[in-house]
């Protein structure tokens, strides 16, 4: 008996509904390793191998939104699912419901491959980090809206310092959304001009809870951000990709509050402390010009027009006054020298002789005749005596060489 040849549409059918009835098929759990990962908008595709065999795997945007970490080529992991046939290739292939890590060493391989090419590439380079400003005005807060982490920083920043203000950014922390959420509230704060500080932060958690924060989309924009950056996720002892990348990593998110915001008691101190230094600088400078003006005006006293004038005043009166008493000595020196010529000239005063009996005999021209030899006869001559004059006319002159004899 011949078979009856079938379509190939047929054969697929038939295997299908073979698979899709099957009870372990419908609901399984298989363990692999991820190779040719591949992202597209209708979800997630990969191979799923081991040192054997492989399955072509798929899991759609509605499963692979619950995912709260990134899968990466390499990863060990457990896919839970159905297998079934897809009819246009004719392969069997795992439609991935759930995907979990296969133990932590699955994730730690992923977290250290990325550590190691983002360290190659210098994004973790102490250089290239911004500093913290010491005096922020504006910190934004990248976190939960909900829980302890946002309330802690809230409380410390407060009351550190209640004129800082504190702009919280709602994301998710954890998901298959969460890095998008993170890079996205990064973005727009980094297009504001009044954001000093931003603090990525989360509370603790499994690694596979904080895996976002390990995903290399988040450390990129954390890397481009113009905004410093400080990440505060998880206890003292986690260490997220997050970490390396910002400009500073805090140990727990109440420790990022205590090292951006300032403690206005230090402000305070710091002022008390300036406006002692001013008061004793002030003190200082006004003793040192109160100084200065004294001298100046000291200066001034004896270098003014007032002072001047009364300086002057009392040399032209010292003058004065050696004047008088020079003039005075000249006077009496004069007036004695005057006397003893006065009284010289009384001596030799013919006026003088006169008293004594004698005559001056005057020619025409009132001049004296001392000799004989000056007298013509018969000229008119003035006799002058002490008690007035006579006129006579000479009668006869007669010389005698003994001249007159008395």
């Known amino acids: 008996m011949q078979l009856k040849a079938l379509e190939v549409r047929e054969i697929t059918d038939y295997i299908k509904k073979m698979m899709d009835n099957d009870i372990i098929l419908r609901n399984v759990r298989v363990r692999g390793e991820i190779s040719n990962l591949k992202y597209h908008s209708t979800g997630i595709y990969f191979t799923l191998k081991d040192e054997i065999a492989s399955l072509k795997c798929v899991m759609f945007n509605e499963y ?4 709260n ?16 046939v897809y009819e246009k290739n004719g392969t069997y292939q795992l439609y991935a419901q759930s995907i979990q890590s296969d133990g932590i060493g699955a994730l730690y391989f992923a977290f250290n491959k990325l550590k190691e090419k983002l360290q190659k590439e210098g994004l973790f380079d102490s250089d290239k980090k911004k500093p913290i400003p010491k005096h922020p005005k504006k910190i934004a807060v990248v976190t939960s809206p909900t829980g302890a ?4 920083i809230i409380t410390i920043s407060k009351r550190r310092n209640p004129t800082i203000d ?33 603090i990525l932060a989360r509370g603790g958690g499994s690694l596979e809870e904080i895996w976002p924060f ?21 206890h003292e002892t986690d260490f997220t990709i997050s970490d390396f990348v910002a400009d500073l990593r805090a140990p727990t998110p109440s420790a990022a509050a205590e090292i951006v915001v300032p403690d206005i008691k ?16 002030m003190m200082a400078e006004l003793k040192r010009k109160k100084k200065e003006l004294e001298s100046l005006r000291r200066a001034l006293y004896f270098n003014s027009p007032i002072k ?9 009166e010292s003058l004065k006054s050696s004047l008088c008493k020079e003039m005075l000595s000249i006077y009496n020196r004069k007036k004695n020298d005057f006397l003893i010529l006065t009284e010289k000239l009384n001596s030799l005063s013919p006026l003088n002789v006169l008293t004594r009996g004698y005559t001056v005999i005057l020619d025409k021209q009132e001049k004296v005749i001392s000799s004989v030899k000056d ?18 006319i000479i009668q006869e002159v007669k010389e005698d060489a003994r001249g007159a004899e008395f």
Do not use: W
Not at 266 to 281: H, P, S
């Open 64 to 67: 692979g939104k619950l995912l």
């Open 69 to 84: 970490f990134t899968l990466q080529d390499g990863m060990s992991v457990i896919v839970t699912g159905r297998i079934t």
């Open 149 to 152: 982490v946002i309330r802690d």
């Open 166 to 198: 504190i702009l919280v950014v709602p994301v998710l922390v954890q998901g298959i959304s969460a890095a998008d959420e993170i890079c996205n509230a990064l973005r727009i704060l980094n297009k504001r001009k009044d954001i000093d500080v931003i």
């Open 214 to 234: 390990n995903e290399e989309k988040v450390a990129r924009c954390i890397y481009a951000s113009r905004i410093p950056v400080v990440s505060a996720v998880g």
């Open 266 to 281: 230090v402000y305070q101190r710091e002022i008390f402390l300036l406006k002692t230094r001013l008061i004793t600088l």
């Open 308 to 316: 001047r004038n009364e300086v002057l005043k009392h040399k032209i």
């Open 375 to 392: 007298i013509i006869p018969y000229e008119e001559v003035k006799i002058l005596f002490k008690d007035g004059n006579a006129k006579a």
